[in-house]
């Protein structure tokens, strides 16, 4: 088959250098554009030396006459609003996209607004007649949809670890709804790449710390994802840390068992609902699952463990936050889009050390 012409709009962040490694490296897409606000007229290659021969690719300015647009799919790795604001034009044309940002993980505006107030953005949307067509890309929960959409909303990075930690669970019965609490460390680079006193590295080296407490943006996501499995409405606690790691998500996922649920249950239930999902592995307690096993890679790791003494169900679920929570989730949106199977470009087990 012809390759799939892509266009990438914020390329200069680290989430647009996510979606070119990869790209890279797939045999069906070829990066036909590279846009970004900033370094306008300089090789990507200048901005990341380890691009220097495989892709030396100009950034091409916004609204650069110059800039081809011959795409059949455009990544949208930019902040909120940008989306929203230019994506139309490109959908008119028949052009598929995907946004990394929440402009589009929300099929209605009364649940945009309230995530939009969570992360200080005004409550109107540039584009409110696109969300009824949006599809979330969480490929494990909606490849169906995400086969049939020309705009798909990807998953923040916090809510792929804990929706893909907690859904066999939330599915197959084995807890109480109301007993949910995750708790979420992540790495620097879920910063982005902008400079920020808070993300210094005398600040951040051998810190770390909780931040927006009960308040963080990606609840909404996940209280909406695990609430459609349960048929009802579901609540939880969800604490998000920065420690002074690169890039990596860990979760540890706590819910209280119902009776008759045990390890045996919990570890059936898991594997028989990803039997399917090629990028998720489920473990038992008996293999340490650590943030390198998964680092550069498009994996989710999943370990399933039981307190017995207190009748909890304990999960730990691990991801790279710039692959399977960025980037590598949008390659694997974009395969299923155009018919391909999602693990073209993405099956490489990742870097260690």
């Not at 390329?11 to 846009?35: D, K, Q, S, W």
């Not at 990807?154 to 859904?167: H, K, Q």
């Amino acid at each position: 088959m012809d390759k799939i012409k892509v266009g990438i709009i914020g390329a200069g962040g680290y989430g647009g250098c996510g979606a070119i490694e990869l790209l890279l490296n797939h045999p069906y897409a070829e990066i036909r554009g590279l846009v970004a606000k900033q370094d306008v007229g300089r090789p990507i290659s200048e901005l990341y030396p380890h691009l220097t021969g495989f892709c030396d690719l100009p950034v091409f300015a916004p609204d650069d006459q110059d800039c081809p647009d011959d795409f059949q799919v455009v990544f949208f790795a930019t902040p909120d609003g940008v989306g929203q604001s230019t994506a139309p034009a490109w959908i008119k044309k028949g052009i598929k996209v995907i946004d990394y940002s929440g402009d589009f993980r929300f099929n209605d505006l009364e649940t945009y607004k309230g995530y939009a107030t969570r992360i200080g953005r005004p409550q109107e949307h540039a584009s409110p007649e696109l969300l009824p067509q949006s599809v979330y890309g969480l490929a494990e929960l909606h490849r169906n949809e995400i086969s049939g959409t020309n705009l798909v909303g990807n998953p923040g990075c916090f809510a792929v670890s804990c929706i893909l930690g907690l859904s066999p669970a939330i599915k197959s019965n084995l807890i109480e709804p109301d007993s949910i609490i995750f708790d979420a460390k992540t790495g620097v680079s879920g910063a982005g790449k902008t400079p920020n006193p808070t993300f210094h590295y005398p600040a951040r080296y051998e810190s770390m710390n909780a931040y927006k407490i009960s308040g963080h943006q990606h609840v909404y996501e996940i209280e909406r994802e695990l609430s459609l499995l349960a048929g009802q409405d579901i609540k939880v606690t969800f604490t998000p840390h920065v420690v002074p790691l690169c890039r990596g998500i860990l979760t540890t996922i706590y819910g209280q068992l119902n009776e008759g649920q045990n390890l045996k249950t919990a570890e059936e239930a898991y594997r028989s609902f990803y039997k399917n999902d090629v990028f998720v592995r489920v473990f038992g307690p008996e293999k340490l699952q650590v943030s390198t096993n998964v680092r550069g890679s498009n994996f989710c790791n999943i370990s399933v463990n039981v307190d017995e003494r207190t009748g909890k169900l304990i999960v730990v679920s691990l991801i790279d936050n710039l692959v399977k929570g960025q980037a590598g989730s949008a390659v694997q949106n974009m395969n299923i889009m155009f018919g391909l199977d999602e693990t073209e470009g993405l099956l490489h087990p990742g870097s260690f050390p």
